[in-house]
């Protein structure tokens, strides 16, 4: 490990060192001991090994070390001794772990609420577990200054600690929140990646679309303007470069794109953004410097930032300097790109590779090791699995399966009803990625693959399979359907409409009222604008798909005209056969502009015989001239006439004379 910058309070690990280090310097604190990842605090570290032990050093004026050991060097946090860590982070001075079950505990400065404990203490000296996310695996935490961000398993975000921008996402109201709290206004969204600044915080989807919240007072929000913002904000102008990753300072932002571009935006009043320039810029911009390269990997401190290039095995850093946190050997601030120094690393006796890069408020910490060892370089654009939400497939339903034959633990059925019931996750789960496809989701494009959808729902059909079967559709039926929004956040929060519609189950008559006809409901709740996305999104796929569609939605009028009366009460039977002709309604009117299918698939035959259309006529003519009729046998608001497309030319023949005749009598 390298480190550089200020250790003014030990937080470098390099012993009773005052001051500052402005070259990286060598620290053999956990040579050969397996170094997983480091976080880093205001004044504050934290080291992961790979045996899940957690070590820390630097200012423990809050027990953000939780140990009360010399804090110079770094020392085992021994209250963790019965957890496998699996991640770390600090904010300004509180610190978070997270074990290999998704359990969060919190440490240190605990006023504002970011410990998440319920509680607005000082200082908490020994790591806690937070009761309140015991339910939800936890994939991944950041924290602010004096907040925090997490990501669950099944797609939700969770936020806690001091509110006073806005930097929960919850609203204005709370100053703060000191237990954590769900934040619904991203549901059903795809995450790959949440992370937070000193008050702002921003949440990445696996397609990437940005949004931000919070602190926008030098315009790190990247909405090209410096009003804060109390919920989420989607960042439009990054819509289109494909950004994979994000990361934070105090006031500034960096977006690293797919193809290895870097965008800044934010406080600039240092240089922190590589402009060459010390303006702020509210909208995302481009490093110009480093265009000719790829940068896989970018870190924020508090008024600087770290990229590293793995082509020329190069770590550029720009900003503040003040304490040498730039590691260039010189005193100067930097406001663009300058090569960090690599007088101390140790090429004299191996050739090493950098595996990683990690910032502090004004420190930093490289990862190397030996060329021999032949881990690459981490590179920030690829999704690191273990980390981001589940998704749904072949490998996962393999897994389940077996999980359920073996164990009684209710605990394994709960957690595969959370997937199942998570949008979130089933919309991760079918990207398209011929070319990229998915990074071009937009109100034309839903960016999945339906053909693996129906590998995985012809899957789920197989007798194997049935009881994680029965598990997907009691989700669909009690949790996921009810819960679809009548207007979604984003439309990578829409596709579940698609794959749902290619779910067999749905074409079971046995489901029609539990699962077919809620969806349809769900569809017909929808706004104007994410409706009209649906329609767009209806003229693009296969004729088969379409016509799959329209025959499930013809079969279930049949249903509820032959069997309806049996099983339901009058009130329910009429508004499901308006919901199902309404639904019909919308796919005949895609039809008309996408021309999947020819206009007699959309007739009924077996209307004629099931319904009196002399009567239906009459009385869908009575209700537009407005006359309630006496007879309690024609009372009823359904008139198949309405929808003259489900009517073939006997029913038409029909109606025709029935209008003549009416006529005649008027």
């Known amino acids: 490990m390298l480190c550089w910058g200020s250790m003014a309070a030990g937080q470098l690990g390099l012993g009773c060192l005052e001051g500052a280090v402005w070259e990286p310097r060598c620290s053999l604190a956990f040579s050969g001991r397996g170094l997983k990842e480091v976080a880093c605090g205001q004044q504050h570290s934290l080291f992961l090994l790979h045996d899940g032990s957690v070590y820390t050093c630097g200012s423990n004026s809050c027990g953000q070390l939780g140990h009360e050991k010399a804090r110079g060097t770094p020392e085992l946090v021994g209250a963790l001794d019965a957890q496998k860590i699996a991640a770390v982070s600090c904010g300004q001075a509180h610190s978070v772990a997270v074990n290999e079950q998704g359990q969060v505990f919190t440490w240190g400065a ?29 994939s991944q935490v950041m924290c602010g200054n004096q907040h925090c961000v997490a990501l669950s398993k099944d797609g939700q975000i969770f936020t806690w600690g001091q509110n006073s921008h806005g930097q929960l996402g919850l609203g204005k109201g709370k100053p703060c929140s000191l237990s954590p709290q769900p934040l619904k206004s991203l549901s059903g969204i795809p995450l790959a990646q949440i992370t937070a600044g000193g008050d702002h915080s921003f949440a990445l989807s696996l397609s990437g679309a940005v949004f931000g919240w919070g602190k926008n007072s030098a315009g790190q929000l990247g909405l090209n303007d410096e009003q ?18 994000i990361c934070c300072g105090e006031e500034h932002t960096a977006a690293l794109t797919k193809d290895g571009g870097l965008f800044t935006f934010g406080d600039g009043s240092q240089g922190q953004l590589g402009h060459d320039s010390t303006n702020n810029e509210a909208l995302p911009r481009r490093v110009l410097e480093l265009m000719g390269s790829e940068v896989s990997q970018v870190a924020c ?34 406001q663009s790109p300058q090569p960090v120094s690599h007088r101390e690393q140790p090429h004299t006796h191996e050739k090493c590779t950098i595996s990683k890069i990690h910032c502090g408020g004004d420190h930093n910490f490289l990862l190397y090791c030996s060329e021999e060892s032949s881990v690459a370089p981490e590179d920030f654009r690829v999704i690191n699995h273990t980390k981001s939400i589940s998704v749904i497939n072949q490998e996962n339903l393999d897994t389940w399966r077996v999980r359920l034959l073996e164990s009684t633990d209710s605990s394994t059925t709960n957690d595969i009803i959370l997937l199942f019931s998570s949008t979130a996750c089933w919309n991760a789960s079918f990207l398209d990625q011929s070319d990229d496809g998915h990074f071009k989701t937009n109100p034309k494009v839903p960016g999945i693959d339906l053909k693996s959808v129906r590998l995985l729902f012809e899957t789920l059909m197989k007798p194997a399979f049935s009881r994680l079967l029965e598990q997907a559709t009691k989700s669909f039926e009690s949790l996921l359907i009810p819960q679809l929004p009548c207007s979604p956040p984003d439309v990578e929060a829409m596709r579940i409409y698609l794959i749902l519609s290619e779910c067999p189950a749905l074409q079971d008559s046995k489901n029609y009222i539990s699962l077919t006809i809620p969806l349809a409901l769900a569809i017909l709740r929808l706004d104007t604008n994410p409706s009209k996305v649906l ?31 049996a099983v339901l009460i009058p009130v329910f039977l009429e508004s499901y056969i308006n919901a199902t002709l309404k639904l019909l309604e919308k796919l005949h009117k895609v039809n008309l502009k996408a021309q999947h299918v020819e206009y007699n698939q959309f007739y009924i035959p077996d209307i004629t015989s099931l319904v009196d259309i002399q009567e239906d ?19 009823s608001s359904v008139t198949l006439c309405a929808y003259p497309f489900i009517l073939n030319a ?3 023949t029909t109606m025709l004379q029935t209008d003549a005749e009416l006529q005649m009598q008027v």
């Open 301 to 334: 401190g508090s008024h600087h930032t770290l990229a590293f290039v793995p082509s020329s095995g190069m770590v550029y850093a720009f900003g503040c300097n003040s304490k040498g946190q730039l590691g260039t050997g010189t005193r100067e601030n930097a």
């Open 535 to 565: 329609d767009n999104w209806w003229s693009l796929v296969d004729c088969s798909v379409f016509s799959r569609l329209v025959e499930m939605y013809k079969s279930i009028v049949v249903f509820l005209l032959t069997g309806g009366k």
């Open 650 to 652: 006997q029913a038409k």
């Open 228 to 245: 804060d913002r109390a919920v989420p904000c989607h960042i439009k102008f990054l819509r289109t470069q494909k950004v994979v990753y």
């Open 617 to 635: 006529y009459l009385k869908w003519f009575l209700s537009k001239a407005e006359i309630k009729m006496r007879s309690p046998a024609l009372q």
């Open 110 to 138: 605990g006023s504002g609420g970011q410990l998440g404990l319920g509680t607005a203490e000082e200082a908490v000296r020994v790591p806690r577990l937070i009761k309140k996310l015991y339910e939800h695996r936890i």
